[in-house]
């Protein structure tokens, strides 16, 4: 049970007793956050026999997610699952997930619902797999909405250059690295001196999506992590951080910088990435060098993200 209670100070303690275990207690600027942080601890110490959609994604998140990039996002798919799914797991049923495929189908695109029911689908495996519950996945019995086709949006370099003058200078430093180097949003954001080689012009991904490996640096890539580097030893950054923003603000930065420059809604920061591994296949570099590049595991995911045509082939058939 969660005792939430203010402290002389203004911050708010919360202390979480679970039967057999010792109590876990911490202080948060916020009720809010406190209340959180209970409903978390209180989530992931339930009884194997009684959890719900909630706790099972919590224990799940803090089990195999925590510290890793994907870790925020998926704590905001097991809310909203849990605030539609209240009942036990044992109790929910194939209609029931197709019903709110349905519903959500309604709301929001094929792509957002199908990494909804996907994560869903997780939990269970988790719930069988993990914890050794005896129990049917029935995220399996139901037909995923089909992914929504793959942009095929290249950033051409004048689209580029009108982005990055409308951006801030730190996150026209975060922006142009996406471009050089395929790096995703947390990759760049979770950089720390000790991760950067200028010298060698290699980056070490530290637990990425994808586990951790070393990203090659282009010529400009290696200039913009200088600067970087200077401007986060000026600043103090905390943890040898290269870039102390969240990557809500990054996404928010682009957005605005986006619509100032004129551009359409394609020109988003992962499409930024898309683009390299694009240029860089159309280099005639074959499927291993580009996953060296991109971080992919399978060749599946690179055909996703090259977006070749005929043309970029022609010169090499002869």
Sequence with gaps: MANIRLLPSGNWNAQVRIKGKSPQSKTFNTKAQAESWANQIEAVTMDRKHHTIYTLGMTYCET????????DHALKIVEHLGR????PIHEITPQMINDFKIMRLKKV????CRTQLAFMSRFY?????????????PVSDIALPKPDRSSDKVIRASELERLLEKLSPTMKLIVELAYETAMRRSE?????????????????VIDGKNGTR???LTHRAVEILELAQL????????????FTVTPHAV?????????????DSSVRLHQLRHTRITNVAKKGFNNAQIMIVSGHRDTRSVARYSHLNVRDVLHLID
């Design 231 to 242: 401007w986060a030893t000026v600043e103090r950054h905390p943890n040898n951080l290269i």
């Design 125 to 137: 495996r988790f719930a069988k797999r993990g914890l050794l519950i005896d129990i049917h996945n």
């Design 84 to 87: 539609h799914f209240t009942q």
């Design 64 to 71: 195999m997610l925590k510290g890793k990039g994907s870790y």
């Design 188 to 204: 760049i954001l979770k950089l720390t001196k000790d991760c950067i080689h200028l010298k060698d012009r290699i980056a070490d």
């Design 214 to 216: 070393s990203v090659p």
């Design 251 to 263: 996404t928010q930065a682009v957005r605005l910088a986006r619509v100032k420059a004129g551009l």
């Design 109 to 112: 695109k094929p792509s957002t």
